[in-house]
């Protein structure tokens, strides 16, 4: 079953799956011939330690939302060749960026990876960076306007609490239901295109897929920001676990009686 975000909603069902896909989770209760309850998002609590000082004030050298944000989590490794193009692609949007990202496979170093003459032409807007970063506190930061995401569940449900735009470049296995989900039945951001045959993407393909989500003149990204702030004000209603939790167990109940 799905991992879409990382809190359970019922039978094997996460949340937001079936708020977005409600007549999928009816079809599923026949076939099943189980009930699929809501148990509730639950909502992390905001950060309460501090941005590491390097960070916020180089975060802090930049107008707000103009930052890109790329992180793919701790077991995302790429090939040297995506790596690359993924960089190239952040240099072609113009914007400055900040890339968390594991050394490419085979190879020993972040440096050793970079595409030749790329550290020299985004000097000043550009950070590469192989080790641990706070990341909720970065997508918070009020310079971060994009987050480049694999599309993990703890990264989407961090982001989806921030006013960061999201662009999505899934690697496997549930991170591409996730993303099919989030750009397709949620529409709160967008996918990087990749080849039909090979499945790889392109410098350009990272670019297009930036700008659509952070030109304020894209139709795809003013959709994209409707919706995501749509879901942002959701999360962020006063007692909104315990109202679901308080209909989950009203739903337990019944279903005892029936039994």
């Known amino acids: 079953m799905f991992h879409f975000i990382n809190h359970d909603s019922g039978s094997g069902m996460t949340f937001l799956e079936r708020m977005s896909t409600g007549s999928f989770c009816d079809y599923l209760e026949t076939q099943m011939r ?3 309850i809501l148990s509730g998002p639950v909502v992390s609590d905001p950060p309460s330690s501090q941005l590491e000082e390097k960070w916020e ?34 240099e072609l949007t113009g914007l400055p960026f ?26 000043g807007r550009g950070v590469v960076y192989g080790g641990w970063v706070q990341q909720p506190l970065i997508l918070k930061h009020p310079s971060v306007g994009c987050f480049v995401t694999h599309c993990g569940s703890g990264s989407l449900s961090e982001a989806l609490v921030n006013e960061c735009q999201l662009v999505l470049l899934p690697n496997v296995g549930d991170q591409i239901i996730n993303a099919r989900m989030m750009s397709g039945d ?20 990272v670019c297009k897929a930036v700008k659509a989500v ?46």
């Not at 900040?98 to 985004?122: D, N, Q, T, Y």
Request: aromatic share 10%.
């Open 214 to 259: 952070t030109d304020e003149d894209s139709e795809i990204g003013k959709e994209v920001r409707t919706n995501h702030a749509k879901w942002r004000e959701f999360f962020s209603r006063k007692g909104l676990e315990n109202s679901y939790i308080d209909g989950f167990v009203h739903k337990l109940h019944e279903l005892l009686m029936l039994g």
């Open 34 to 36: 189980k009930p699929i």
């Open 98 to 123: 900040f890339a968390a990202l594991k050394p490419p496979i085979g190879v020993e170093s972040i440096e050793s990876a970079l595409p030749e003459g790329f550290e020299e032409r985004v000097k």
């Open 57 to 90: 004030k180089w975060l802090g050298g930049f107008e707000p939302r103009t930052v890109i944000f790329c992180a793919f989590g701790s077991e995302c490794v790429m090939k040297e060749d995506q790596f690359q193009e993924l960089l190239i692609g952040f």
């Open 186 to 205: 949620l529409k709160v951001g967008v996918e990087v295109e990749k080849g039909d045959e090979d499945g790889l993407f392109s410098k350009e393909g």
